[in-house]
C-alpha cells in the first residue's frame, strides 16, 4: 500500500484549499483514513479521520472548517479547508490503517500508512 499526498500550498488566511490522499496497491474500502500535520519542532497532530468509511471524526480545532471525505472508486481521500488561519500553517500527511480501532484514531503509530507530507502556508 502506498499514499499519496497532493494539493498543498500558499494561500492568504480565510482561503480555502483542498488536499487530496490517493491509496494504491489495494482498494481503499475498509481501510481507515486519517489526516495529521506537523508544526516544526512538535509531534503529528490528529487532524481528521474517516473510520472504515463510516464514522468521521474531526479535531477540535478545525471542527466547522475543515471537512474530510472519500471517493472509494478513486481510492481518494480528501480534506477540504475552508477559512484557513495563519496557525493552520504545517506538513500535512495523508495515513492508513486496515486493523486500527476506534479508539486509537487520533494516535500516529496506530496506522500502519503514510504519505509524504503536503506543505499548506496560510499567509498574507
Known amino acids: 500500500v502506498q499514499l499519496q499526498a497532493s494539493g498543498g500550498g500558499l494561500v492568504q488566511p480565510g482561503g480555502s484549499l483542498r488536499l487530496a490522499c490517493v491509496l494504491s496497491?489495494?482498494?481503499?474500502?475498509?481501510?481507515?483514513m486519517a489526516w495529521f500535520r506537523q508544526f516544526p519542532g512538535k509531534e503529528r497532530e490528529f487532524v481528521a479521520a474517516s473510520f472504515r468509511g463510516t464514522n468521521i471524526v474531526y479535531a477540535d480545532s478545525v471542527k466547522g472548517r475543515f471537512s474530510i471525505s472519500r471517493d472509494n472508486a478513486k481510492n481518494t481521500l480528501y480534506l477540504q479547508m475552508n477559512g484557513l488561519k495563519p496557525e493552520d500553517t504545517a506538513l500535512y500527511f495523508c495515513?492508513?490503517?486496515?486493523?486500527?480501532?476506534?479508539?486509537?484514531?487520533?494516535?500516529?503509530?496506530?496506522?500502519?500508512?503514510w504519505g509524504q507530507g503536503t506543505l499548506v502556508t496560510v499567509s498574507s
Open positions: 495515513a492508513a490503517s486496515l486493523r486500527l480501532i476506534y479508539s486509537s484514531l487520533g494516535v500516529p503509530s496506530a496506522y500502519e500508512y
Open positions: 496497491g489495494r482498494t481503499s474500502s475498509g481501510y481507515t
